[in-house]
């Protein structure tokens, strides 16, 4: 047997993206993965990790965690780090790139729940208009936010056959331009309620921000790829399935193809938010819009398109988006048994909850001499349905009255945005709680509790929405 090579740090730092043989190292041994990289399912992504360190990388990418993976990587080991470079038996972390270190600066009222990668929610003062401002949109971000450059990006689009076609975000400004108002929501908006009301469900602590509404402008889709040369009514294109998305970062998920060439179906590549172009942690320069979907379907720094038989393989169609029974738990569960999620169930939340002083302008506007609450938030349902009730309690829902809806100027072929409601009564009605919940135009309604729609992922959170009313006499 011969003794492992030893190799110096400084020698694996040359094969870096700029070599022609890429190497990484993982748990102090050395692999040549020149070999490897155009298999590897993320994409170019892995370059960056070449010339250095894997391990914090799949601290990121957990999926890699698996013996399958190590398993692959063993095949292309080549040595071990000379023991001079190590610490404690480890490379020395700062010897590795920050991966977030071209993130952007970000506004001071979203509510951060991690800052590597941002996961920050929407301010409550916003919540609570029809339009948020984009510096207040909601950010998640599984991976860094790439910095792409306008003028030299661009995405592929891959034809059924495997012929591609490319564009720049100048080639989009033949397509006809369209404006859809929509609201985003995340998969794991409100977990925090089924945590609290259930037991403990895995993701991050999201409160009623993580979701908000913005006007997007862009191209359809389907006129995209129809210049690209896929015609839905060919016979040889019965096969394809879904759209696949793939982002800068390695993020990527999918949509069946019967939404993408919907005539109503409003499935947009945005380049425009509010107006302006798209924010970096937004997907500047160009980012999916998938109408009434859950947001993890709204690819950001699009970078590919492909027609499949097959929906995305990433973790984020596979995996993490689905919804499992209440007794079912991810040691025991098999993923392919449910479908990823796409449309989403009716959703309402409080938003604000205050006491009218006398000679307020809503109390005269209601006509009401006594002591008053104003009780304002949102409402929204998936898949393009309307909002058509929400009720609310005062009391714990012993009794219900109904809300107004407030009007709004969204644009679309269907409702793909939120409905703000607001309810002014009397402050002798209030008890301990004030609740809501929403009906959809398919009567749609939400569960009072959570342990019926309690799943270990957390995902789709729904249950009536309960506010303390702290200010009784
Ligand atoms: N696209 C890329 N490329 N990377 C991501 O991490 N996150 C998805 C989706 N698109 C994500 C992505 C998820 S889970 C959500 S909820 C939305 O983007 C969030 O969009 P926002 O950050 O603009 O609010
Ligand atoms: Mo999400």
């Given at each position: 047997?011969?003794?492992?090579?030893?190799?110096?740090?400084?020698?694996?730092?040359?094969?870096?993206?700029?070599?022609?043989?890429?190497?990484?190292?993982?748990?102090?041994?050395?692999?040549?993965?020149?070999?490897?990289?155009?298999?590897?399912?993320?994409?170019?992504?892995?370059l960056?990790?070449?010339?250095?360190?894997?391990d914090?990388?799949?601290?990121?990418?957990?999926?890699?965690?698996?013996?399958?993976?190590?398993?692959?990587?063993?095949?292309?080991?080549?040595?071990?780090?000379?023991?001079?470079?190590?610490?404690?038996?480890?490379?020395?972390?700062d010897?590795?790139?920050?991966?977030?270190?071209?993130?952007?600066?970000?506004?001071?009222?979203?509510?951060?729940?991690?800052?590597?990668?941002?996961?920050?929610?929407?301010?409550?003062?916003?919540?609570?208009?029809?339009?948020?401002?984009?510096?207040?949109?909601?950010?998640?971000?599984?991976?860094?936010?790439p910095?792409?450059?306008?003028?030299?990006?661009?995405?592929?689009?891959?034809?059924?056959?495997g012929?591609?076609?490319?564009?720049?975000?100048?080639?989009?400004?033949?397509?006809?331009?369209?404006?859809?108002?929509?609201?985003?929501?995340?998969?794991?908006?409100?977990?925090?309620?089924?945590?609290?009301?259930?037991?403990?469900?895995?993701?991050l602590?999201?409160?009623?921000?993580?979701?908000?509404?913005a006007?997007?402008?862009?191209?359809?889709?389907?006129?995209?790829?129809?210049?690209?040369?896929?015609?839905?009514?060919?016979?040889?294109?019965?096969?394809?399935?879904?759209?696949?998305?793939?982002?800068?970062e390695?993020?990527?998920?999918?949509?069946?193809?019967?939404?993408?060439?919907?005539?109503?179906?409003?499935?947009?590549?945005?380049?425009?938010?509010?107006?302006?172009?798209?924010?970096?942690?937004?997907?500047?320069?160009?980012?999916?819009?998938?109408p009434?979907?859950?947001?993890?379907?709204?690819?950001?720094?699009l970078?590919?398109?492909?027609?499949?038989?097959?929906?995305?393989?990433?973790?984020?169609?596979?995996?993490?988006?689905k919804?499992?029974?209440?007794?079912?738990?991810?040691?025991?569960?098999?993923?392919?048994?449910?479908p990823?999620i796409?449309?989403?169930?009716?959703?309402?939340?409080?938003?604000?909850?205050?006491?009218?002083?006398?000679?307020?302008?809503?109390?005269?506007?209601?006509?009401?001499?006594?002591?008053?609450?104003?009780?304002?938030?949102?409402?929204?349902?998936?898949?393009?349905?309307?909002?058509?009730?929400?009720d609310v309690?005062?009391?714990d829902?012993?009794?219900?009255?109904?809300?107004?809806?407030?009007?709004?100027?969204?644009?679309?072929?269907?409702?793909?945005?939120?409905?703000?409601?607001?309810?002014?009564?009397?402050?002798?009605?209030?008890?301990?709680?004030?609740?809501?919940?929403?009906?959809?135009?398919?009567?749609?309604?939400?569960?009072?509790?959570?342990?019926?729609?309690?799943?270990?992922r957390?995902?789709?959170?729904?249950?009536?929405?309960?506010?303390?009313?702290?200010?009784?006499?």
């Open positions: 047997e011969e003794a492992p090579r030893k190799i110096r740090m400084s020698e694996v730092r040359k094969h870096s993206r700029r070599s022609d043989t890429r190497w990484v190292v993982r748990d102090a041994k050395v692999y040549d993965i020149t070999d490897w990289i155009p298999n590897h399912p993320g994409g170019e992504v892995i960056r990790a070449v010339g250095g360190v894997i914090q990388y799949w601290d990121i990418f957990s999926i890699h965690k698996k013996q399958e993976v190590y398993d692959i990587l063993e095949q292309y080991y080549i040595g071990d780090v000379d023991p001079r470079d190590l610490v404690d038996g480890h490379v020395p972390q010897d590795v790139e920050d991966p977030f270190e071209e993130d952007p600066p970000r506004d001071k009222s979203l509510k951060v729940h991690s800052a590597k990668p941002c996961n920050a929610e929407t301010p409550v003062d916003a919540l609570d208009k029809f339009i948020t401002p984009s510096e207040k949109f909601y950010v998640r971000n599984h991976l860094w936010a910095r792409l450059d306008e003028k030299s990006h661009r995405f592929t689009v891959e034809l059924p056959d012929e591609e076609k490319e564009y720049s975000l100048e080639d989009l400004k033949k397509f006809r331009q369209v404006d859809v108002t929509t609201t985003l929501q995340c998969s794991g908006n409100r977990r925090k309620h089924m945590t609290e009301g259930s037991r403990y469900a895995n993701g602590q999201w409160g009623i921000g993580a979701m908000s509404t006007q997007f402008t862009g191209v359809r889709l389907q006129d995209v790829l129809a210049d690209a040369g896929f015609h839905a009514e060919d016979a040889e294109n019965d096969d394809v399935k879904h759209v696949q998305f793939q982002g800068a390695a993020y990527g998920s999918s949509i069946p193809i019967d939404k993408a060439l919907s005539r109503h179906g409003d499935v947009l590549l945005v380049h425009k938010m509010n107006g302006k172009p798209l924010g970096q942690d937004h997907g500047f320069p160009l980012r999916v819009l998938v009434g979907h859950v947001a993890a379907r709204s690819v950001k720094w970078k590919r398109i492909t027609l499949s038989e097959e929906e995305s393989q990433s973790q984020w169609q596979q995996r993490d988006y919804c499992f029974g209440p007794n079912q738990s991810g040691a025991d569960v098999d993923w392919s048994t449910a990823a796409q449309e989403t169930p009716v959703q309402s939340a409080i938003v604000s909850l205050k006491d009218l002083p006398k000679g307020d302008r809503l109390r005269q506007v209601y006509g009401l001499e006594e002591d008053a609450i104003e009780v304002k938030g949102y409402a929204f349902a998936g898949g393009g349905r309307e909002i058509v009730r929400v309690s005062p009391d829902g012993r009794s219900w009255t109904q809300a107004e809806l407030l009007p709004d100027n969204a644009v679309g072929s269907k409702r793909w945005a939120w409905t703000q409601w607001r309810l002014v009564l009397p402050r002798r009605l209030a008890g301990r709680s004030f609740v809501v919940k929403a009906v959809d135009e398919g009567y749609n309604i939400q569960p009072e509790y959570y342990d019926p729609h309690y799943n270990f957390g995902n789709l959170t729904s249950g009536w929405h309960r506010v303390p009313y702290t200010n009784r006499d």
